[in-house]
C-alpha cells in the first residue's frame, strides 16, 4: 500500500489591498538617509569624472583625496576665518603623491587642485549641489523634493582675502551622520573616547577623538552663523528665546566638555608614559598614538576655550548691534512715491506728452546691463541649433497653484466703516479724543480700539503724501497737552478734527511738474 506523496504548504495569500503608505517616522529615516547619500555623490563623483581628465588618472583614488581635503580644511579654519587655499593645497600633495610617487609633482598638484575646486564646485552659478529625493505625503502621495547642499565654501575674510570653510553637510560626511544633534553627538562621542582609552583601544580612540573635534568645530559654526545674521540684520534672529536659550546651553555644554576632557587628558597621559619603549612594534605604536590623542584632545580643549570665550561675547555684540541698526542715521534721500509723482500727473496728460515722460523714467529707472561675452562654443551652439517650432498661441501657461489667505484681521469692514463715519468731521468742529472713544463705546465694545488706532496713527499725518496723490480731506490729531481720561486708555486727550487741502494749487503743480 503506498502512501500519497507528500504535498507543499500553500503558499499564504497576499492582501490585494493597496499597501498603506510608510509613516512620518520611517518616511522621515528614508529621507535622512537619502540626504546622507546625497552629500557622499560628489566624492563618487570624482572617480567617475577622472577619466576626462587630459592623461592617465587613474591611478589616483579622488574620493580619498576629497575627503583629505575636507578634513584639512575643517582642521585648519577658526571661528573668524578659515582655512589658506594654498595651504590646503600643500598639505593635500603629500597625500596624492603618496598614491603615485613615480608622476611628477606638477601632475600632483594638479590633481589636488581638481580635487578642491570640486569640491567647491566652481563650474556652477551658486557653487552647490543639488540632489532629488522623494518623500510621501501624508495622503500617501508621493513628492519629489530637491536637497541643496555646499561642502566646501569660499568666504571673504575681515582682513582681506578668500578663505575656506566646510559646512555641516561636509562634516557629517566624515563623521558619517546627518543633522545630528551636535550636543547629544559631542556627549556620546565623548562618553566612547573615555571607554575606549579606560579599555587601552587608543586606534579606535583615536577615531572616536577625531570625531568629537569635528563636533566642537560645528557647534562654533551654528554661533558663527547666529553673530553674521545679527550683524546684517538684529530682527532676523530671535534674541529673545532662542538665542539666549542656546548660549545658556553651550556655555553648560563647554563647562561639562572642559572638565570631562582634561580628565581623558590625564588618563592619555598616564597611558602614554606606561607604555614602555622597547623592542615590541606594540608598544612603540601604543605610545605613538597616546601622543597623538594628547594633541587632539589639546586641541578640543583650545576650540572649547575659544568657544567659550566668543559665546561670552555674544551678548554685548547683540546690544551693540541692536543700538548701531536702530539709531543709524536715515539716509537722506527720500523716495520716490510713484502714484503722486509718475502717475497722477501723467494719466490724464495726452499720449504724446505721457511717452516723453515715461521714456525718461525707464531709461533712468532700470539701471544698467551687463552685456553677456560671447564665447565660441556658445556661439557654434546658437548658429547650428535648429529653431523650435512654436505653437501659434504659444506655449501653455502653468494652472497656478492658489491659496486662499485666511481673514487673520481683528476689525471687520463694517467695523471700518463706522469708525471712519464717527471720524468724518468734515462739516463738524475738531473734537476730543475721550468723546469720540465713549460715542464708539456705545456702539460696539470694540470700536474704541480702531478709534484709538486712527486717532493716534492721524498725530502723524502723511501730508505730502496725501498732497501728491490728490486727496481733499485729511484726519489730523493735536495733543494740547489735555490728559486723557478713559476707562481703557491712558495718554494724551488728543483734538480730533478733518483738514481740507487745496485741490486747485494740487493741479497746478501737477500741471507744472508734468
Not at 12 to 21: D, E, K, T
Not at 124 to 147: E, I, K, L, Q
Not at 214 to 234: C, D, K, P
Not at 492 to 513: C, H, P, Y
Request: charged residues 30%; proline residues 7%.
Amino acid at each position: 500500500m503506498t502512501s500519497p506523496a507528500p504535498t507543499d504548504p500553500a503558499p499564504p495569500q497576499l492582501s490585494a489591498g493597496p499597501r498603506p503608505a510608510p509613516g512620518p517616522a520611517a518616511d522621515e529615516g528614508l529621507a535622512r538617509r537619502l540626504r546622507a547619500l546625497a552629500c557622499t555623490a560628489p566624492l563618487h563623483d570624482l572617480d567617475a569624472r577622472k577619466a576626462n581628465l587630459a592623461g592617465e588618472y587613474s591611478v589616483y583614488t579622488m574620493a580619498e583625496v576629497a575627503l583629505a581635503a575636507i578634513d584639512l580644511v575643517t582642521l585648519h579654519m577658526d571661528f573668524d576665518t578659515g582655512a589658506d587655499h594654498e595651504q590646503i593645497v600643500a598639505r593635500l600633495l603629500p597625500r596624492v603623491a603618496a598614491q603615485a610617487p613615480q608622476r611628477p609633482q606638477e601632475e600632483h598638484e594638479r590633481v589636488a587642485r581638481w580635487v578642491l575646486e570640486n569640491l567647491i564646485n566652481v563650474g556652477s552659478v551658486d557653487r552647490g549641489f543639488r540632489a532629488v529625493y522623494g518623500t510621501f505625503g501624508p495622503d500617501g502621495a508621493y513628492t519629489r523634493r530637491d536637497y541643496d547642499f555646499k561642502l566646501i565654501e569660499e568666504v571673504p575674510g575681515h582682513g582681506g582675502g578668500v578663505y575656506l570653510r566646510t559646512t555641516d553637510e561636509a562634516v557629517n560626511v566624515l563623521v558619517g551622520a546627518l543633522d545630528t544633534d551636535v550636543t547629544s553627538a559631542q556627549i556620546a562621542a565623548e562618553v566612547k573616547l573615555e571607554i575606549l582609552i579606560s579599555r587601552g583601544r587608543l586606534a579606535d580612540a583615536q577615531l572616536a577623538a577625531e570625531q568629537a573635534r569635528y563636533r566642537t568645530v560645528q557647534y562654533s559654526e551654528t554661533l558663527r552663523r547666529t553673530l553674521e545674521a545679527t550683524r546684517r540684520n538684529v530682527r532676523a534672529v530671535d534674541w529673545l528665546n532662542t538665542v539666549p536659550d542656546m548660549i545658556a546651553e553651550a556655555l553648560e555644554h563647554v563647562a561639562d566638555r572642559y572638565r570631562h576632557e582634561n580628565a581623558i587628558l590625564t588618563n592619555i597621559r598616564r597611558a602614554r608614559d606606561e607604555a614602555e619603549a622597547g623592542d615590541d612594534p606594540r608598544l612603540a605604536d601604543h605610545k605613538r598614538r597616546a601622543a597623538e590623542l594628547v594633541d587632539i584632545v589639546k586641541d578640543c580643549i583650545r576650540r572649547h576655550t575659544q568657544l567659550q570665550s566668543r559665546l561670552l561675547e555674544a551678548g554685548p555684540l547683540f546690544r551693540a548691534e541692536q543700538d548701531r541698526q536702530a539709531f543709524a542715521r536715515p539716509t537722506g534721500r527720500t523716495g520716490l512715491d510713484l502714484y503722486g509723482q509718475l502717475m497722477a500727473p501723467v494719466l490724464p496728460l495726452p499720449l504724446e506728452s505721457a511717452t516723453r515722460v515715461t521714456d525718461a523714467y525707464f531709461a533712468r529707472g532700470t539701471g544698467l546691463r551687463t552685456p553677456a561675452s560671447v564665447r565660441m562654443a556658445d556661439l557654434v551652439d546658437v548658429l547650428l541649433t535648429p529653431p523650435a517650432e512654436r505653437e501659434h498661441l504659444g506655449a501653455e501657461m502653468p494652472e497656478p497653484d492658489l491659496i486662499a489667505t485666511p481673514d487673520d484681521s481683528r476689525f471687520s469692514e463694517e467695523q471700518l466703516a463706522r469708525a471712519t463715519e464717527l471720524l468724518d468731521l468734515e462739516h463738524e468742529a475738531p473734537r476730543r479724543l475721550s468723546g469720540l472713544l465713549a460715542e464708539a463705546r456705545r456702539t460696539d465694545p470694540d470700536l474704541p480700539y480702531l478709534v484709538a488706532l486712527l486717532a493716534v496713527h492721524a498725530a502723524s499725518p502723511p501730508v505730502g503724501t496725501a498732497y501728491r496723490q490728490g486727496e481733499k480731506r485729511l484726519l489730523f490729531a493735536v495733543d494740547d497737552g489735555t490728559e486723557l481720561d478713559d476707562p481703557e486708555f491712558g495718554g494724551a486727550d488728543l483734538i480730533v478734527g478733518t483738514a481740507l487741502l487745496d485741490a486747485e494749487g494740487m493741479a497746478a503743480d501737477r500741471s507744472e511738474g508734468a
